[in-house]
């Protein structure tokens, strides 16, 4: 640039500064910059909308004394340090002949939590396992009001209850809100009574969704770093507008207190169950009826799926409504009720979300086509009653030598091998797993003696000599692995796809 070139483009910055049209240039782009980028301002509004809503619970369960093991202190407390100086004076007063203290026969036991208010008549929800077992529940709320409470129903599955209060005038509610529309980043409000301190606030943002922490059947929950310790438990996870989203239920923490990851589950997962509690008293979920598990690169391989996809149906329940609508083990369910199924466990949170007594359409693939099926929904709670009450029975199983396969010893069933592995004798069929090659697939896939291999690829094995017969015709096709449908010895099957090197 030349000299003269430099001069004027100072000579230009003079006139832009003047004019300001520099200051509007660097301003521009700062002020494009949204203001809830930075998070809000304050909280207080929100928080001061809401808290009269949240309240604490008090759980009380009352049990019997049992009498002091030797590792248990007075009135079969843990041990404690000073448990040897009561010993020492009990003893005393045995040999002073007065006799040892009379002991009560019964003590309390009591457990704080949270909850919140969604109905102004008195409809209160905590977690379930907050109140679980108590004799009696009072609901403490931020004036001080303290009231014995109802429990209308709870359900341990998702961990929720539904508490009734009688209170003199309308009480202070909030409403639940989509949490399916929670982002990840969004700002989020904990509500509740950390160590039993009282009502507590604390902001975080949604961390992740969808968080499965093997806690039940439907997990799915809201992950978020705003801090949920001890006492928490049954409090609302608020979004901006004042809309609870979800209940804060757990926490990930060596330590037991807030290290940032909680876990609250969401509102639209537990709605359904409250309408269901208040309505009957307990909970009415939907029931296909059949066991399923995940499908891995070897399995959708072996069915022809095309993709890692869907719910294995590792087993159906003869009394159940799929068995009727002729769904067989093997099936893969890739859609139900129209909802895609992507992986295995979405598909019982869709399942007990839909009324019983529905007519819905399920897309299975069966020998890598699709297939559709209706199916009636039963009743969950039917089925588990009916399981309950099933017994097996009998039947005697010739004993054949070993022979190995797949990395697998094989034997067929005898009454000797039934009684060393406890297999229940509703298992008929197959041939039992008596020892697995530890450097084999079969021992990565955690396949172990005493469970029965009834199948491989889809057909029937009759002894071990099959089982061989089989995977070598496999291996002469050309085929690299081997589906094979395993059971334990409650009698309950599984898919296991191996490897045929």
Known sequence: ?????????????????????????????????????KGPDTLADLAANVS????????????DQKRPSKDA?????????????????????????????????????????????IDASGIVITNNHVIADANEVTVIFTDGQKLKAEVLGKDQKVDVAVLKVKPEKPLKAVKFGDSDKARVGDWVLAVGNPFGLGGSVTAGIVSARNRNIDSGPYD????????????????????????????????????GGSV??????????????????????????????????????????????????????????????????????????????????????????LVAATPV?????????????????????????????????????????????AQ????????????????RFQIKENVKNGVIITGVDPRSDAAEKRLQAGEILLEINQEPIADPADAVKKVKALKDGGKKSALLIVANAQGDTHFVALTLD
């Not at 007065?98 to 949270?114: F, M, Y």
């Not at 997962?269 to 979920?285: H, S």
């Not at 020998?367 to 009998?394: F, H, M």
């Not at 190995?404 to 009684?419: F, Q, T, V, Y």
């Open 1 to 37: 640039m030349t000299s003269a070139a430099s001069v004027s483009l100072l000579t230009a910055l003079r006139r832009a500064l003047a004019a300001g049209l520099v200051g509007a240039l660097v301003a521009g782009p700062l002020a494009a910059t949204p203001a809830h980028a």
């Open 357 to 401: 007594g529905k007519d819905v359409e399920v897309v299975v693939v069966r020998n890598g086509k699709e297939q559709t099926k209706s199916i009636k929904l039963g009743r969950l709670e039917d089925g588990e009653k009916v399981a309950s009450r099933e017994a097996p029975k009998n039947e005697q199983i010739e004993k054949t030598a």
């Open 220 to 255: 799915n929950y809201i992950q978020t770093d705003a801090s949920i310790n001890k006492g928490n438990s049954g409090g609302p996870l608020f979004n901006m507008d004042g809309e609870v989203i979800g209940i804060n239920t757990a926490i990930l923490s060596p330590s």
């Open 73 to 117: 202190g007075p009135g079969g407390q843990p041990s404690t340090p000073f448990d040897e100086l009561f010993e020492e004076f009990l003893r005393r007063r045995q040999q002073q002949g007065q006799g040892a203290p009379e002991l009560p026969r019964q003590r309390k036991s009591a457990s704080l939590g949270s909850g919140f208010v």
């Open 52 to 63: 009269d809503a949240v309240v604490n619970i008090s759980a009380t369960q009352t049990v």
């Open 260 to 349: 940032g990851i909680g876990f609250a589950t969401p509102a639209n997962t537990v709605q359904p169950v409250i309408e269901q509690l208040q309505k009957f008293g307990e909970t009415r979920r939907g029931w296909l009826g059949v066991r399923i598990q995940n499908v891995d690169d070897g399995i959708a391989e072996n069915l022809g799926l095309g993709a890692t996809r869907g719910a294995l149906v590792a087993g159906v329940d003869d009394k159940g409504p799929s068995k009727t609508a002729g769904l067989k083990a093997g099936d893969v369910i890739v859609k139900f009720d129209g909802k895609p199924i992507k992986e295995s466990r979405d598909l019982p949170k």
């Open 404 to 419: 190995k396969a797949l990395g697998l010893e094989l034997s067929s069933l005898s009454d000797e091998l039934r009684s």
